[in-house]
């Protein structure tokens, strides 16, 4: 069973910091967490617990959503005695996401992520000794070698590309049956963003991107923690011709405006009814492939409707 710990801000309880933001003084208080190992263990006398089994979160059904009890103590029993106790189950993240509202998946999210990160860190990979964790669990410390070893980020572009009226999406064979996202790839050691993306859409598609322009970022934390950095794209006029990497992708394809626009409106799961086999499914809200699907479509109906 594993801990994870999220201590609230009072407000009350920081005087020095008064004269500053509210933003501010509690970003500078989970400083003083991380730094500061007294501090932290007593904040985490105050602080609510979130309970994790082999890295699956507990979770309560009510209705379609799943909601995350917040524990005020550690207990420690047997997996089905816990489950019982707090009525919830130990549930895959991945297979909640859809139930979960977006502040606490992206709490979840961290938890998982940082619970992984010590889970594959114990030992020093210079000295072989195992390394300790501070009392924050934000970092790892091998007494032996000195070495210090901070969670880490995979980065990963993930771009929209568009030839001005369609946009490229792509599925993988491991992607549930019609569903199809942003082309996405791991950053190569030494490249800027603006390399991976050019690297990213040519090895996938064959193609060459130009006019690329940030969008928006997000932790994912499936399979291992990633940094998607998302941008939009345009190919070079004329040069739409998909050649797909089968290594990669099962397939690609350019979509029209409305069938984006309608396959946006389709709500829920991802599982199709048999009437839509054949339609088009895309990546759920939770999923930055998703925003970058929307402001494609928000961006060009407006510029259509002011044409
Ligand atoms: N939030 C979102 O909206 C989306 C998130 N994603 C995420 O983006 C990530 C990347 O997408 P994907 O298309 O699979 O990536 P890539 O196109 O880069 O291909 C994945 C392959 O890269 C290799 N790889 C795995 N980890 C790393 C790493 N840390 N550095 C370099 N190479 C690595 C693996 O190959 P091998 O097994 O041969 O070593 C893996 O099969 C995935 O984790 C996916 O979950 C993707 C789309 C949407
Ligand atoms: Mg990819």
């Excluded at 980020?153 to 568009?162: D, E």
């Excluded at 082309?183 to 598609?205: K, M, N, P, Q, Y």
């Amino acid at each position: 069973m594993s801990l994870y710990c999220r201590t609230f801000f009072r407000r009350k309880s920081f005087g020095c910091y008064r004269l500053l933001s509210t933003y501010v003084t509690k970003a500078r208080y989970l400083f003083e967490l991380k730094e500061d190992e007294e501090a932290c263990r007593k904040a985490q006398q105050t602080g609510v617990f979130y309970l994790f089994h082999d890295l699956d979160p507990l979770l309560q059904a009510s209705g379609h959503r799943y909601l995350v009890p917040r524990l005020s103590r550690a207990a420690s029993l047997p997996k089905s005695e816990m489950e019982a106790e707090l009525g919830g189950s130990f549930i895959k993240l991945r297979q909640a996401l859809f139930q979960l509202n977006s502040v606490d998946s992206s709490l979840l999210f961290t938890a998982q992520a940082l619970l992984r990160w010590h889970d594959g860190h114990q030992f020093c990979s210079k000295s072989g000794q195992p390394t300790q964790k501070n009392m924050a669990g934000s970092k790892r410390v091998c007494p032996s070698s000195k070495i210090i070893y901070y969670p880490q980020m995979a980065p990963v572009v993930i771009t929209l590309v568009s030839d001005g009226a369609r946009c490229l999406l792509a599925r993988q064979s491991s992607f549930p049956k019609g569903l199809y996202s942003a082309l996405a790839g791991f950053c190569d050691i030494g490249e800027s963003v603006e390399e991976a993306v050019h690297r990213e859409v040519a090895e996938e598609v064959g193609l060459e991107v130009e006019n690329l322009q940030y969008s928006a970022s997000q932790h994912w934390p499936f399979p291992n923690s990633s940094l998607m950095i998302a941008c939009h794209a345009t190919v070079k006029p004329g040069h739409t011709e998909i050649q797909v990497n089968l290594k990669e992708l099962e397939a690609a394809a350019w979509f029209s405006l409305d069938e984006v626009t309608t396959a946006l409106r389709r709500k829920g799961s991802l599982a199709l009814q048999p009437s839509e086999a054949s339609s088009l499914l895309l990546p759920p809200k939770l999923a930055i492939a998703h925003h970058l699907i929307k402001k494609w479509v928000e961006t060009l109906s407006c510029s259509s409707l002011a044409a």
